[in-house]
Each structure stands twice: as structure tokens, then as C-alpha cells.
Nanobody
Framework: QVQLVESGGGLVQPGGSLALSCATS????????MGWYRQAPGKQREWVAG???????NYLGSVKGRFTISRDNAKNTVYLRMVSLKPEDTAIYYC?????????WGRGTQVTVSS
């Protein structure tokens, strides 16, 4: 069973920054997609950022230029660096790992942007 462990959420003021990380027990060769999603109160879960099969990065339009996804293959870890945070970024952020054996989600980490 693949495990995902997210960390780095918290409370930050508008304009502030946070960095999330997601460590997976899946081996790098078994992974064909990893990305970040979020779910705000009363809304459906939405995709935020991820890697294409070619290794390029893609972002939700509303976070482009403010969020940066990166990864460390040696640590099987994906990161999400968030700057210029807005109240509308408040949500539970989830890491997703899709492997050739299954589709796995982390438990989520709360990000709250409020003054």
C-alpha cells in the first residue's frame, strides 16, 4: 500500500508564503503522475498543479505565477511552494500519486489565509 505524507500547512496572512511537501512510499519508477489538489469549504476538490508525462509543470490558472511545484526524485517527495497567498487559496491541500498499481491520496493539510 502506497502511503503519502503531507506537511507544511498552516495559517498565514494574505500576501504570505507557505511550502507544502508530500513524501510517498511509491518507487519513482512506478509513478506516472503526482500533483496537488485542494478543496475549499463547500466546494468540489480541484486540481492545482502537477507534472506532465514529459516532466513539464502545469498549474491552475488562478495560481499560475504564485505557486511552484517541484520534486526530489531521490527523496520521492513533491513540493508546492506558495507565495502571494490570497484568502481564496484557503483549502485543504491534498497530494495525489498515481502509479501503475493504483491511485493514492494523502490525508490533506489545511492552508488558511486570513488576517
Amino acid at each position: 500500500q502506497v502511503q503519502l505524507v503531507e506537511s507544511g500547512g498552516g495559517l498565514v496572512q494574505p500576501g504570505g508564503s507557505l511550502a507544502l511537501s508530500c513524501a510517498t512510499s511509491a518507487t519513482i519508477h512506478s509513478i506516472y503522475h503526482m500533483g496537488w489538489y485542494r478543496q475549499a469549504p463547500g466546494k468540489q476538490r480541484e486540481w492545482v498543479a502537477g507534472f506532465t508525462s514529459g516532466g513539464d509543470t502545469n498549474y491552475l490558472g488562478s495560481v499560475k505565477g504564485r505557486f511552484t511545484i517541484s520534486r526530489d526524485n531521490a527523496k520521492n517527495t513533491v513540493y508546492l511552494r506558495m507565495v502571494s497567498l490570497k484568502p481564496e487559496d484557503t483549502a485543504i491541500y491534498y497530494c495525489r500519486c498515481q502509479t501503475y498499481g493504483g491511485d493514492y491520496w494523502g490525508r490533506g493539510t489545511q492552508v488558511t489565509v486570513s488576517s
